[in-house]
Each structure stands twice: as structure tokens, then as C-alpha cells.
């Protein structure tokens, strides 16, 4: 009788088991779990590709990687943007002033922070500051903080402070290395940090493994500048041109190794 009353449990076990299988089988897939994908940004990929930027600013691109590294900082149409010293010409500005007259937005040239940032406080979506980083430390290292201090006062709760920066090993010297092009991660962290900015990111987009820091004339060796030291027996403390094998040589490193980082204002 035990026997009998076991198989029975059994048979009906497995009869329910089958029809909870069945009504699984029937019911509606689920949705499988993928993460959300952000939308292109064609405004920016059509700065990026127009023809009224210079055909040099265009083959750097390989090296540059501008729609990567500008959604990485966090641009969005619309934005304030102040870029810190672009010089004539400047190969980012070529890119943003454009993308914000096309997207409702603004964008700020600042040659000189200390004497006016052109906006007000606390307004400013992005700030980006692009191999700047050396010049200031060679030319007085006094100048980073309260540089990145006016940074810090001209963008909103919540802004970004983007750098792209050639980059020296760690644990060097920046008064040894600037002068040549480059300081370290660490020298440009610390330095945010103590401004009041958090280190949201890092990426290795403008990573270069193949530039070993190591030139004749710093950073300035290699493309696009493509210069070196004076020769031997020449009274002159000015860079020379390249010689075309050196200029070989160079080119197959390509352009410097660079950081490229995000920081934010605390909102």
C-alpha cells in the first residue's frame, strides 16, 4: 500500500511539473537584458567631417580620435563649452565652435584664464584644456592652481573639466619633464584635486605604447611638428627640421602618448 501511494505522489509530481513547463513554454518570451545605447551624435560627426576644417586638422584624426575622446568628456549638443588656450587656429576649436553654432550652444576661446574666463560663474557645461598642462609647469609652476581654481568657479555644479595631455611616466619629476612636452597622470591629478575636482574617468583613447618620452626635442619630435635639436656646430639654440630619415623614423612612432581624463565639479 506504502509502494502504491509513492508511485502515485510520483505521477502526479511529474504531471505538474509538465504543465508548469507547458504553460512556461507558451507564455511570452521575456525581453532579453541589454544595455541602453546612446544615440549617435550626428552633429558632431558632421563637424568632424567638414570640409571647412583644414585637411592637416583631418589626417590627425587617426591620432586624436575626436568623436571618441569628445563624447567621453560628456559633449552634448547645446552645451556651453570654454576651451582653454587654443591658440590661432586651434585643432579642437576647429570642431566646437561649429558643433555649437549647429546645436543651439556656446563656445568660449580663453587665452588668458587669470584675467577674464568670458563666462559667468558657474556656467560652463565643459571646460576642456588640451596639452596645456606642461606650458603652465615650465613657465612658472605657480600658474596650475589658481589656473584650475577659475576652472573650477566657471563651471556648473556638475561640470566637466576635460584634459588631453601628453604624458611622462610616473614617479618623474615634472621640472624635468615639462620642459620636454610631457609631465605625469599623477602631477595633473593632483593638481585637479586640489582645486576641488573629482577624477570621474580616464581612458586610454590617445594612448601611444610605440613613444618612449625620448626625443631629441621633447614631444616637439614628433608629428605634427617634426622637430629637433640643433646640429652639431650650429650656433643656434632654435629647433631644426627633421632630416628625412629622422622624419621616417619619427612618423612610425606617430603623435605622443597622451592621458585623457575627466574630471567634475562636485554638484
Do not use: C
Amino acid at each position: 500500500m506504502r509502494h502504491a501511494r509513492t508511485a502515485l505522489f510520483a505521477a502526479l509530481a511529474l504531471a505538474s511539473a509538465g504543465a508548469a513547463h507547458a504553460q512556461q513554454a507558451n507564455a511570452a518570451p521575456r525581453e532579453p537584458m541589454t544595455p541602453p545605447v546612446l544615440q549617435e551624435d550626428t552633429a558632431l560627426q558632421a563637424a568632424i567631417a567638414s570640409d571647412a576644417r583644414p585637411a592637416a586638422d583631418r589626417a590627425r584624426d587617426a591620432f586624436r580620435h575626436p568623436y571618441e575622446t569628445l563624447t567621453f568628456w560628456g559633449l552634448t549638443p547645446g552645451s556651453t563649452v570654454v576651451e582653454i588656450e587654443p591658440g590661432r587656429g586651434g585643432w579642437w576649436s576647429a570642431i566646437l565652435q561649429p558643433y555649437a553654432t549647429a546645436t543651439g550652444g556656446t563656445y568660449v576661446a580663453v587665452n588668458r584664464p587669470l584675467e577674464g574666463m568670458q563666462v559667468a560663474d558657474g556656467s560652463a557645461d565643459l571646460i576642456v584644456v588640451a596639452r596645456a598642462f606642461h606650458n603652465w609647469h615650465r613657465s612658472n609652476p605657480q600658474r596650475t592652481g589658481p589656473y584650475l581654481e577659475a576652472f573650477f568657479k566657471a563651471l556648473k555644479p556638475g561640470g566637466v573639466l576635460a584634459v588631453e595631455q601628453h604624458r611622462a611616466g610616473e614617479g618623474l619629476n615634472p621640472d624635468q619633464t615639462a620642459p620636454t612636452g610631457y609631465v605625469s597622470e599623477s602631477h595633473v591629478i593632483r593638481a585637479a584635486q586640489a582645486a576641488g575636482f573629482v577624477l570621474e574617468a580616464r581612458s586610454e583613447l590617445n594612448a601611444n605604447p610605440k613613444d618612449d618620452h625620448d626625443h631629441p626635442y621633447g614631444v616637439w619630435t614628433l608629428p605634427p611638428v617634426r622637430t629637433s635639436a640643433p646640429r652639431e656646430g650650429v650656433a643656434t639654440d632654435r629647433a631644426e627640421p627633421l632630416t628625412d630619415a629622422e622624419r621616417v623614423e619619427y612618423d612610425a612612432i606617430g603623435e605622443s602618448d597622451r592621458m585623457t581624463l575627466r574630471f567634475r565639479k562636485p554638484a
